[in-house]
């Protein structure tokens, strides 16, 4: 049976990858700041609730060794809690790193040594293309056009700490994802977006590769993407 957690899964591309991993089998935690909401996610999807805020070192120990003392490995997780910044000062990008790049330093390094006792483990860090260098510098990207300076800049933090990680830790499959434009409470403002199931779909893809899978990758749909 595979273990697997979610950060920011109550909602968006994190239930929705809940619920497809629970469909192939998997014993999902789905992470959540609000554990009365989680729960609620949870038994819509069949998974478990665990209180967890990746800005928060506390919580983050905490539902790690919840999930430790239950299960006593961690097969797959998944880095999907995020936030986008319009503005741009310093407390938006205090806001923007604290979760989007240091909240999965705060997570991985609490679930390695559970990530260390799959026989397979995979971590996937839901990214984006817009904290590409390539396709931020390639005008006939739509990525080009987009000046969201906080999300890009975070976001492109969180892909080369995946790179990092999968460089030092060969024992464990670490991959970035762009998971496509997706509709959710993040991109609500601009109107645009797929389903997060359709999204899900691309993250579930990396999350259930195998042990011959990638590591230390940054792709969407369509296949591996440049740096």
């Known amino acids: ?48 609730a665990v209180q967890l805020d990746v800005t928060d070192e506390a919580s983050v120990t905490a539902a790690l060794a919840e999930v430790d003392a239950a299960e006593g ?9 995020g936030v986008l910044e319009t503005g741009l000062d310093g407390d938006a990008a205090l806001r ?4 989007n ?22 971590v996937v860090t839901v990214s984006s293309s817009a904290g590409s260098f390539w396709a ?18 975070s976001k492109a933090a969180a892909s080369m700490l995946t790179l ?24 609500a403002a601009f109107g645009i977006g797929r389903p997060p199931r359709e999204s899900a779909r691309v993250v579930v893809r990396l999350a259930t590769s195998g042990p011959d899978g990638p590591t230390g990758t940054l792709s969407d749909e369509t296949g591996v993407l440049a740096w």
């Open 1 to 48: 049976m595979t273990i697997s957690l979610i950060t920011g899964a109550t909602k968006g591309i994190g239930l929705e990858t809940a619920r497809q991993l629970v469909e192939l089998g998997h014993v999902v935690y789905l992470g959540a700041r609000d554990l009365v909401r989680g729960e609620r996610a949870a038994a819509e999807v069949g998974a478990r």
């Open 73 to 81: 490995r961690l097969d797959v997780l998944v880095h999907n809690a």
């Open 96 to 99: 923007s790193f604290d979760t």
């Open 101 to 122: 790049a240091v909240g999965v330093v705060r997570v991985t390094q609490a679930a390695l040594p559970l990530l260390r006792r799959s026989d397979a483990p995979h």
């Open 136 to 153: 931020v510098t390639t005008p006939e990207r739509p990525e080009h056009d987009l000046t969201l300076a906080l999300y890009s800049a």
């Open 164 to 187: 990092q990680y999968a460089k030092a830790e060969p024992g464990v499959r670490f991959n970035a994802v762009e998971p496509g434009t997706t509709a959710t409470d993040m991109t």
